[in-house]
């Protein structure tokens, strides 16, 4: 079983920054994928930013250019840092990882989430 533990977040004006990491732990075979997943009040959960571990990333239209995603595969964690941010970036973030469950099996996890809130 993979543990997620997300730390970051909170309170920031238009226009600042916040850094938000995500450790795992109790893999056995590796994680293959690692990303930032987003819920704002009344909308779906969408894909903020992934990472495989190659380093390899996708990120989500609007927010190409003011988030970086990053990974320690070291440590097993990556890191979203946030620059130039939007009320509408207003959400929870949550972590997600695709970890292999056997050499041939992947399973999804997700951490418990972080509230991140963009106001004046």
């Known amino acids: 079983q993979v543990q997620l533990v997300e730390s970051g977040g909170g309170l920031v004006q238009p226009g600042g920054s916040l850094s938000l990491s995500c450790a795992a732990s109790g893999t056995n075979f590796g994680i293959n994928a690692m990303g930032w997943f987003r819920q704002a009040p009344g909308k779906q959960r969408e894909l903020v930013a992934a990472?495989?571990?190659?380093?390899?990333?996708n990120y989500a239209a609007s927010v190409r250019g003011r988030f970086t995603i990053s990974r320690d595969n070291a440590q097993n964690t990556i890191y979203l840092q946030m620059n130039s941010l939007k009320p509408e970036d207003t959400a929870v973030y949550y972590c997600?990882?695709?970890?292999?469950?056997?050499?041939?099996?992947?399973?999804?996890?997700w951490g418990q989430g972080t509230q991140v809130t963009v106001s004046s």
């Open positions: 997600n990882a695709v970890a292999y469950k056997t050499l041939v099996q992947l399973v999804t996890y």
């Open positions: 990472i495989t571990s190659r380093g390899i990333t």
